[in-house]
């Protein structure tokens, strides 16, 4: 079962997206800041990390080139409601980019996409 | 013994002589100015004083006075005329310096300055040309030639100037009015052989300037000292070469001959030359730097103008960002609980929810939809507050978009079929923003279709402006209609519900674009980005 860590500082995303990709049949942890998900990173190896831009006082972005260095076999997708970070350079250094929709289906087929390139390399 | 002359013969009557002419008739009163202007020289008299006896004494010293009478009456009209001439000359000077003090014009200058030396009513010289100093070519430049290029013209220039009988300064407003610009190019090619560098210091146009005198060639075909070259170019033996110095700075070179008439050149011309050599060469330099202020200034006011545009346009921008901020952030904080909202109304509605609670579900994901939509609109239109202007290609901008969308229209059952141009040239646009209008004009046409419609996206080009167009050949627009359309944000148009053509219409302006809608001929609509010239390369 493919693992997938969820980084948001918004509880009713963390539940939705949680909600959601378990019922894809993902097994799926949430952390609500950088130091959470470093915890859990430390503990558990996942496949797919999802994360936000802005999370209160920090930036995803740190994390993500931090993950890029450290847990190269990862797939990271960004996912904000900043449709203008898409020009950051920083930001293309994650596999994806995907804009908050309350439509999810996008998002699940970047996994799905993501998943199926991990497999065949 | 009898005599001829009135003053020994009683019987000749003063009215009789045939010496005095109509308008002189007042030496009839006055025999003493009749005898020295007239009778000194009438032959009746010369008779009379032949025929006087050898032995009259008076008869030697009567011829004697009569010699020395004519030898000064003769030196007087030379110091005469030369007073004239030189009561002339002055004039012309003083009309030339008048026109070269206070004219800040250099072609002005060098019309007057060539016309007098070369019209007969200045120093006559049949032809002259101007080299003027280039410091950054380091060399002496041919500027201006004035004169006949052959006999021909010449008898031709020179008949005319006759007929005509303008002043000098007529001829010289008339030259720089409407000969200078055809004098300029019909010397040409001899011009750029007298081109000569500053470098070689051998050349006798260097060593008039360096010895800062003019120099008078009167063999120029056994002159060991000039360059063959120039003796061939210029075909004469006798020539002037002139130096023009203005407080101690070389300005340029005056060369001058007689060509036509091979006449040979005065000391006197050439004193003339030099007095007038002075103040031409202050007169060019004056209007040389004038001209070069003029230049700077015109310069400077530029810079002021784009300068202020700047400005204007940093505090347009300025303005801009912080509007765009706000709505991004705006949106930004809409953005998370509604995917949240809506993303839930979706879960529950997976999740078999009691069938009277359903319709519910639906219209909040429906809603939560519309908004998203909306907030898309939103960020869009904060991301046109600062297009970012690159070269792309059009064709390439529109297939992605056209495959982009195709999913989407074939829900409602609709083709779209591409119809670009070939080899038109890259553009020069936001990518993002010409892909959201030609996005949003799709959707707005694929909107009013029937089932089984086909929209047409091509693309074109006449040259200078490049267009993208989508086609609807299913509905025509009233004017109405039109109207409504490009009023950005009419009350019919919406947020979300295909009020992205009004957005499409500002981003576009804002762009330096154009939206057009057309009329197709046999029915429909053809709607039109054009891009300016200007965003062309």
């Keep these: ?121 | 013994m009898s005599y001829d002359c009135c003053w020994f013969n009683p019987e000749r009557n003063p009215l009789e002589c045939p010496n005095i002419d109509e308008g002189e008739e007042y030496l009839y009163a006055s025999p003493r100015k009749r005898f020295v202007e007239k009778c000194i020289d009438c032959q009746w008299f010369q008779r009379d004083l032949a025929s006087m006896p050898e032995n009259n004494p008076f008869k030697n010293i009567i011829l004697t006075l009569r010699e020395e009478y004519k030898e000064q009456k003769g030196h007087l009209q030379s110091l005469s005329a030369f007073l004239s001439s030189k009561s002339r000359e002055i004039k012309f000077l003083h009309e030339l310096s008048l026109v070269l003090q206070t004219s800040m014009e250099l072609d002005e200058v060098l019309s007057v300055a060539m016309t007098a030396i070369t019209s007969g009513k200045g120093f006559g010289m049949n032809r002259a040309f101007l080299l003027m100093v280039d410091r950054e070519r380091n060399s002496l430049v041919g500027h201006l030639g004035v004169g006949p290029k052959d006999y021909e013209e010449a008898w031709r220039i020179w008949d005319e100037v006759d007929r005509s009988n303008f002043s000098l300064t007529e001829l010289s407003k008339d030259f720089y009015k409407s000969k200078l610009a055809t004098e300029k190019v019909k010397f040409q090619d001899v011009l750029e052989q007298l081109t000569v560098s500053l470098d070689d210091t051998s050349h006798i146009f260097n060593r008039a300037l360096r010895e800062r005198r003019t120099i008078h060639v009167e063999n120029a075909f056994d002159d060991q000292d000039i360059d063959r070259k120039l003796v061939d170019l210029l075909g004469v033996s006798r020539f002037l070469v002139m130096p023009l110095i203005s407080r101690n700075r070389s300005i340029g070179i005056l060369l001058a001959d007689n060509f036509v008439t091979n006449k040979p050149i005065s000391p006197r011309d050439l004193q003339s030359l030099q007095t007038f050599a002075f103040p031409v060469a202050f007169a060019i330099e004056r209007a040389s730097l004038y001209e070069r202020l003029q230049e700077e200034v015109d310069k400077q006011t530029q810079a002021n103008r784009k300068l202020q545009e700047q400005q204007a346009l940093i505090v347009k921008m300025e303005q801009m960002a912080v509007v765009g901020r706000i709505t991004a952030s705006i949106a930004h904080s809409i953005r998370n609980p509604l995917a949240a909202i809506g993303g839930f109304a979706r879960h529950l509605l997976k999740s078999g929810n009691p069938d009277e609670k359903r319709e519910y579900l639906e219209h909040l994901v429906a809603a939560a939809k519309q908004l998203d939509d909306v907030l898309e609109e939103v960020f869009t239109y904060s991301e046109s507050l600062h297009p970012v202007m690159d070269l792309w290609d059009l064709n390439q901008l529109a297939a992605m978009v056209s495959d982009a969308v195709r999913p989407k229209l074939a829900e409602m059952q609709l083709l779209l079929e591409l119809d670009l141009a070939e080899g038109i040239p890259k553009a020069w646009l936001d990518y993002k923003q010409i892909s959201y209008c030609l996005r949003a004009i799709i959707l707005h046409v694929a909107a009013s279709q029937q089932p089984g419609g086909v929209i047409r996206v091509a693309s074109s080009s006449d040259g200078n402006t490049l267009r993208l167009c989508v086609l609807d050949s299913q509905n025509s627009l009233s004017a109405e209609d039109r109207s409504r359309l490009m009023t950005p944000f009419s009350e019919t148009e919406t947020l979300g519900e295909g009020g992205g053509l009004a957005l499409c219409m500002i981003i576009l302006e804002r762009h330096g674009s154009l939206l057009t809608m057309e009329d197709i001929a046999g029915g429909g609509t053809k709607y039109c980005i054009t891009l300016q010239e200007k965003g062309v390369i």
């Design chain 1, 1 to 121: 079962m493919s693992r997938i860590l969820i980084v948001d500082d918004e509880a009713s995303i963390r539940l939705l997206y949680s909600q959601e990709l378990t019922d894809e049949g993902y097994r799926v942890d949430a952390a609500a800041s950088i130091a959470e998900a470093l915890e859990l990173l430390a503990k558990n190896s996942y496949d797919v990390a999802l994360l936000d831009i802005k999370l209160k006082n920090e930036s995803g972005l740190d994390l993500l080139q931090k993950l890029v260095k450290e847990q190269s076999e990862m797939a990271v997708i960004l996912s904000t409601a900043f449709s203008c970070y898409k020009d950051d350079f920083s930001a293309w250094l994650a596999d994806s980019y995907v804009v908050k929709s309350s439509d999810m289906q996008e998002l699940k087929d970047e996994i799905r996409r993501l998943l199926a390139r991990k497999k065949a390399d």
